[in-house]
T-cell receptor
């Protein structure tokens, strides 16, 4: 069973569209994250949720809106997509008290044309 | 500002040779330290982590890392690399949140 899963794996879309990426973890963890990996492989945290509550928001444009319907899911919705949003987006999860030991999903490669 | 530096963008080693990937951190206090590996087209896999205690940490796939407080370093080592070790390696440090280095791409030649 996949511990942290993301759908879709690839997403190709036009500028201006709205799209969502889904993340699910079956590890029973309380905290989930979204990271963006740019074309130079640089990884940067975007958001963190703990038990469905937003705890980190790293100056991400408000076109990006995370939603956590329950603690096993953290979805990322992106409005009005721009060329610069093209990247690989990784979801990760972490158990409480596990000192930032995070488990990553396989990534979603978003290409905005 | 807190940062993690991986000085080597790309390293090439022969199969069977030893490997050392460098990582330095700049934090007020010693953070938690991690090494992740990313194979082509894949997500990140945790290789090992250091929180406290023994400064030589053993990880998966035959990797180890040594924490040196005096040098603010957490270098990753492997005595003998295999072709399957070719990947991107990320060092990361955390206090409240995880900060990644820019990665080192490892190429293995036969």
């Amino acid at each position: 069973d996949t511990a942290v899963s993301q759908t879709p794996k690839y997403l190709v879309t036009q500028m201006g569209n709205d799209k969502s990426i889904k993340c699910e973890q079956n590890l029973g963890h309380d905290t989930m994250y979204w990271y963006k990996q740019d074309s130079k492989k640089f990884l940067k945290i975007m958001f963190s949720y703990n038990n469905k509550e937003l705890i980190i928001n790293e100056t991400v444009p408000n076109r990006f809106s995370p939603k956590s319907p329950d603690k096993a899911h953290l979805n990322l919705h992106i409005n009005s997509l721009e060329l610069g949003d093209s990247a690989v987006y990784f979801c990760a999860s972490e158990a409480s008290g596990r000192r930032n030991t995070q488990y990553f999903g396989p990534g979603t490669r978003l290409t905005v044309l | 500002a807190q940062s993690v530096t991986q000085p080597d963008i790309h390293i090439t080693v022969s199969e069977g040779a030893s490997l050392e990937l460098r990582c330095n951190y700049s934090y007020g206090a010693t953070p938690y330290l991690f090494w992740y590996v990313q194979s082509p087209g894949q997500g990140l896999q945790l290789l090992l982590k250091y929180f406290s205690g023994d400064t030589l940490v053993q990880g998966i796939k035959g990797f180890e890392a040594e924490f040196k407080r005096s040098q603010s370093s957490f270098n990753l080592r492997k005595p003998s690399v295999h072709w399957s070790d070719a990947a991107e390696y990320f060092c990361a440090a955390a206090n409240e949140k995880l900060t990644f280095g820019t990665g080192t791409r490892l190429t293995i030649i036969p």
